[in-house]
């Protein structure tokens, strides 16, 4: 480990040792160089209208990176042909040529599951598809799929008794990650987990360097979203830049310079993508908030 490593992993430890106890015993689950190194990424779910009716694919989403200077592509697995069944191999390696030929990365895939729920058969089935997803991901050269907890925490059932069957269908997706080098990553949605501290104990207990956190800024949404942001960098392997985070529930206008201060404080090397929701043409969209970013994080 180098001397700079060192000095930030002491760093990280003193700091853990100074917070709560809910934390204390916390270590980053993502180990990596000190320092700062970000390349943007475009979530394609910031085209979802065109994406579904068929008056965009996920290739012109590709050559709209490319002529924006965006250095990746996240094209999750809900605008592949036939999904949740798999795409078809000439699909999936034509969108990867097309990537790989205009210069745009692929920062990750992702799927839609529940684990939140009572019924183990459902999650069984579930945990296939998110195998079957991994495969596609590992086909295209993602290395990270996104995964979530479930819609809602289910009646009839604590919170624990639902934790601890989700922990047990992520170990197993994220040992399958690892046979075919893929990352599960969690976005906490504002879903069944709700906090930062919920997320980490999750992925603490999954316990796996093939698990770790996409980090949605926009669905933390209690009490300071900033304060509950900067928790999760050390956890983090991807992120969802969003217009707007969530105060005490009610959305605010993102202070993306803030969110940059955050990065700079934690560290975090890797890609930060970012999405542009909400009504008018998502080109304009997209390329206008494509500017704040840029601005705000001197990329």
């Known amino acids: 480990m180098s001397t700079a490593a060192s000095l930030n992993r002491r760093h990280f430890l003193a700091a853990a040792a100074s917070a709560p106890a809910a934390f204390a015993a916390s270590s980053p689950s993502v180990s990596r160089e000190s320092g700062v190194k970000l390349k943007l990424g475009l979530n394609a779910y910031s085209f979802d209208r ?26 999750t697995g809900y605008y592949f042909p036939g999904y949740p069944a798999v795409p078809p191999d000439d699909y999936v390696y034509a969108l990867k040529r097309t990537a790989f030929v205009n210069g745009v990365g692929i920062s990750g895939t992702g799927v839609r599951n529940n684990f939140a729920t009572a ?13 079957d997803w991994i495969v596609v991901a590992s086909k295209l050269g993602a290395p990270v799929i996104r995964v979530f907890s479930g819609p809602t925490r289910p009646e009839g059932h604590t919170f624990d008794e639902a934790m601890a069957w989700m922990i047990a269908d992520f170990k197993e997706c994220a040992a399958f990650g690892r046979e075919h080098g893929v990352v599960l990553a969690i976005q906490q949605h504002n879903d069944f987990l709700k906090t930062a501290a919920e997320t980490i104990r999750l992925i603490e207990a999954v316990d796996s360097d093939y698990f770790a956190c996409i980090l949605d800024i926009g669905s933390l949404r209690s009490g300071d979203p900033y304060a509950e942001i900067e928790k999760m960098v050390p956890y983090a392997v991807s992120w969802q830049i969003k217009e707007q985070v969530g105060r005490d529930g009610k959305d605010e206008p993102t202070d993306l310079a803030k969110i940059k201060a955050i990065i700079d404080r934690s ?33």
């Not at 019924?119 to 195998?131: C, P, Y």
């Not at 090397?269 to 390329?287: H, I, N, Q, S, T």
């Open 50 to 75: 065109a994406l579904r009716d068929g008056s965009m694919t996920l290739a012109d989403a590709v050559h709209y990176c490319a002529q924006h200077g965006v250095d990746a592509l996240d094209p």
């Open 119 to 131: 019924d183990a058969a459902a999650r069984a089935k579930d945990v296939q598809m998110i195998k």
């Open 267 to 299: 560290g975090y090397r890797g890609y930060v993508p970012f999405e542009a929701l909400g009504g008018g043409d998502p080109k304009v969209k997209v390329a206008a908030f494509l500017e704040k970013i840029r601005r705000a994080f001197g990329i």
